[in-house]
């Protein structure tokens, strides 16, 4: 058991959020320190909490000032990101455990290269490697998912094997279509909706990630693990059906 | 029955206060972008204040009543006429079967709001009726509308039916009307009010002096997602690593080319760029009434001045509600 309080720096987003910065860089302990963060803030939502967000090594508190200055008993006119404040840092004083709860495991099909991946062949020659190398390489990797932003359900991932890691397109793609996998730096994601992105894109998924009608709304959650395959393009075709009459 | 659109102008879409509780799966909140106006519709029509309505962009919307309905319009005066006459914005308004309601041209603001009694009746989508366009969801079947739609308004609350039956015995408007100063700002060139953003120690002094002191212009590339600006530059002390985080509606981010750009409604729930200021809440309205070409002035205050602001802003919204409350018992 211990408490979350230490290593916590709270500062405004505005008016109406406020930041909890939970140490620096990518790290697996900060990212279960988030987790665990989110966890109590959603067990025990102070008034006028409107709905956190998880990313690397902060979560973002959204608060309606409205309803937290009325909700506050004290009367002691605070303004409402110091009572929202006091109450964070009170609920961070809690004893917790670390979950035993198992990691989740999301196994990716992926259809590398063709017209599926048409930056398999360049990430290749940026190595010096064969494609199947790289999908070897890409696909034989572990990934954690650290957060979700940028669209609807797009994994933020560490893990990647740096053998692989290549910089983004100097010219950004106008129209990226969605299920692509890509690499970016050290980074590997997969687009869920159609977007412009620079990202270079090695494969594509017939798996849906977001998911409007469904709660949760996507596929992948902060803290799963995740693992690609490769599949050939009568399985991509297979699975489309597959989904379509499910 | 219901309302078919005629002409769609160029974006008009169905919008609430936005999608919450869904950003931490990357779902954007979206909503009005002029939330106020948005509000004080609804308010006119005996709706719940966060009802989804019409955000109507500019120009060209036209809409044919196939049955009477109570509405009423605010935001940015787009000059909306009925059957071809100068209708007013900003109180109860009876349409009846058969007319037009047209908005022409901008003359002031940029997005007018139309709020139906009864609300809109689309389905919510995680809780929410705002038309998310990248993704295809909410709204109008996710999309802006468009030509030969046809969509229905929902049963109107007691103060709707009231207000709806007292227009149908004489003119189809109050005399009285909204006095929206105080709410929205409808100038080309305004004072926008800030407070700091995260990373506003790492930029250099110099170009601190420039934001809060310079003119930033409104580019053409200003949607419901983003305004780019245009201005003195604006350049960090030293380069550094951000990591993504969250942001939120009114964020000022500064990419490497210096020029800043300002999160609006449809914004990414996460971003990495440095962020210099955060719009005070109170001011987004403004801001949301502004277009290309349009100019900037930032000024700085203090976070307990931005939260004094806005429940100043409420307590007057509040006062509003009575005032029309009032003003309908003088009517019986």
Known sequence: ?246 | MGIKVLQPGMLTTIQDLGRYGVQKFGVIVGGAMDPISLRIANILVGNSHDEGGLEVTLFGTTLLFESDELIAITGGNLRPTLDGEEVPMWRPLLVQKGSVLKFHAAVSGCRAYVSFSGGIQVPEVMNSKSTYLRAGIGGFHGRKLQKKDVFECGVRSAVGEELFQQLQTESIYFPWFVNYTSFVNLQKTKTIRIIRGSEYERFDEESIKNFLSMPYKITTQADRMGYRLEGEEIQLKAPFELLSEGVTYGTIQVPSNGQPIILMADRQTTGGYPKIGQIISTDLPFLAQMQATDTIHFQEVTLEEAQKALLHQEKQLNELRMALRFRRLQYK
């Open chain 1, 1 to 246: 058991m211990f408490t979350l309080k230490e290593d916590v720096q709270i500062r405004p987003l505005g008016d109406a959020a406020l930041v909890l910065q939970v140490g620096h860089g990518i790290d697996e302990a900060i990212h279960k320190r988030v987790k665990l963060i989110m966890n109590l803030l959603e067990s025990h939502p102070f008034e006028g909490l409107i709905e956190t967000v998880p990313a690397y090594n902060s979560v973002t508190i959204y608060y309606n000032p409205v309803d937290v200055y009325f909700s506050n008993r004290k009367k002691d006119n605070k303004i409402p990101f110091e009572i929202v404040k006091n109450c964070i840092l009170e609920l961070l004083t809690k004893s917790v455990s670390v979950e035993s709860t198992k990691e989740r495991i999301v196994k990716i099909p992926v259809v590398y290269g063709g017209d599926m991946g048409p930056d398999l062949e360049y990430v290749a020659s940026y190595h010096g490697l064969t494609p199947s190398e790289v999908i070897e390489l890409h696909s034989s990797g572990d990934y954690l998912v650290f957060m979700l932003g940028f669209a609807p359900g797009f994994p933020f991932m560490g893990g990647l094997n740096q053998q692989i890691a290549t910089p983004r397109k100097d010219t950004p793609r106008l129209a990226i279509p969605p299920g692509s996998v890509g690499i970016a730096g050290s980074q590997t994601g997969i687009y869920p909706l159609e977007t412009p992105g620079g990202w270079q894109i090695i494969g594509r998924t017939p798996q849906s990630l977001f998911l409007p009608n469904q709660t949760p709304p996507t596929l992948l959650q902060p803290g799963d693990r995740i693992r690609f395959y490769p599949i050939t393009m009568e399985e991509y075709n297979h699975h489309l059906e597959v989904a379509t009459w499910a």
